[in-house]
């Protein structure tokens, strides 16, 4: 049996990392080697290694358990086994097919690019899922605002409900697979007879054939529709991240929902501001008097102009920090802080009367430097 590699490592993580730390990790791996997106011959194989290691670190009994006895906690027969293994005869994945998707693509807007999805079954499914990228200012991501996109989909009959019969008793079983959705199939091959199973091609995996096409729709069970939507950007929101709108999707079949849409954003970078997280930076040009004796500026806020109070002995590159004038955080609201980073100007085109009043100045601070000794005086004589 080959070796397992650490979960850390097929996280890229380190021993001591958090949990937030860890669900970036999976969802960033996740999105890139779902067998769905990437199609190498190795994404499936990656992918169910990424998802077994999120599942052990993101358990907290599993994970304490695993740091401490590593693979050997989750290995069929151990010793740690029974009722000494909370986690019984350990951990085993039921293969990609099997796993919720959504919860790899979850983010505060339950954010994704699949919804769960199962293997062969003969009743309603659910659509694919769709992706819309849209691009706003740096003002409109911490405001907010409402954008309106055009969507083309496939809208359920209103009258069969997307099933494509007359009523729900014109259906009969599909003959060609018994009603379950699936055919096998035996095909010769240089090894021997290979037996394959897939969906069925007369009922397309439903199991069911209609005998009464819908009268409103033809027995399509749907039609295709095109709209503008409107969709509410909430402030706050950064780039990369997605909003899903219920039902906008690829269509169901066998009267399943359609898919879900998820509206993914682009934040376009600003000249005045930066952001970190919900916090926001930018620069504040001073003169030197201003620094040294103090001064009240305008300074220009992701909320607006704002009069800021500069200390005293401010020095160069010191940062200057408003309280709650940042970003406000998507899911609890609470706004981050603005810095201030101070640049000093130096002035080039100076007057007579500001060069004598500099060279004061710098002869009272040689005089403080000096400590005011005795021998200067000698020296200016």
């Known amino acids: 049996m080959a070796t397992k590699r650490d979960y850390y490592e097929v996280l890229g993580l ?4 958090s949990k937030d730390e860890i669900t970036k990790a999976y969802r960033t791996l996740a999105k890139k080697y779902h067998p769905d997106i990437n199609k190498s011959p190795d994404a499936p194989q990656k992918f169910e290694e990424i998802q077994e290691a999120y599942d052990v670190l993101k358990d907290d009994a599993k994970r304490a358990q695993y740091d401490r006895f590593g693979q050997a906690a989750f290995e069929q027969g151990s010793s740690m086994g029974g009722a000494g293994n909370p986690f019984g005869n350990g951990f085993a994945s039921g293969g990609f097919g099997d796993v919720d998707l959504g919860d790899i ?5 339950g954010g994704g690019m699949g919804g769960r999805r199962t293997r062969a079954s003969s009743g309603p499914r659910k659509g694919e899922d769709a992706l819309y990228r849209i691009k706003i200012s740096f003002m409109d991501a911490v405001n907010g605002k409402t954008v309106t996109i055009p969507v083309t989909y496939d809208e359920p ?3 069969c409900h ?3 019969a007359e009523s729900p008793n014109d259906y009969r079983s599909c003959p060609d697979c018994g009603g379950t959705g699936r055919v096998r199939t035996r095909q010769q091959t240089l090894f021997g007879v290979m037996e394959q199973e897939s969906s069925c091609p007369r009922c397309h995996g439903t199991g069911k054939i209609v005998t009464q096409p819908c009268s409103s729709c033809g027995g399509q069970g749907y039609s295709r529709v095109r709209k503008d939507l409107e969709v509410k950007i909430p402030a706050g929101i950064a780039s990369g991240q997605q909003i899903r709108v219920q039902g906008r999707g690829g269509r169901g079949s066998g009267g399943g929902p359609n898919g879900d849409l998820y509206v993914e954003v682009s934040v376009d970078p600003d000249s005045r501001f930066t952001r970190e997280g919900n916090d926001v930076h930018s620069n504040i040009a001073l003169s030197f008097p201003d620094c040294a004796l103090g001064t009240e500026v305008d300074v220009e806020t992701v909320y607006g102009t704002l009069e800021v109070v500069v200390p005293s002995g ?5 940062i ?3 309280k709650g004038k940042g970003i406000k955080d998507l899911r609890t609201g609470k706004p981050g802080d603005h810095y201030l980073h101070v ?3 130096t002035p080039t085109d100076l007057t007579d009367r500001e060069k004598e009043l500099l060279k004061e100045f710098q002869a009272e601070e040689e005089k403080k430097s000096s400590g005011g000794k005795w021998w200067n005086r000698f020296k200016k004589a």
């Open 105 to 109: 693509f979850s983010s505060f807007f």
């Open 14 to 17: 380190k021993k001591g990392a």
């Open 314 to 318: 401010t020095q160069p590159g010191q």
């Open 162 to 164: 997307g099933t494509g």
């Open 157 to 159: 009959c209103e009258h």
């Open 320 to 322: 200057l920090k408003l």
């Open 343 to 345: 640049e000093v100007r």
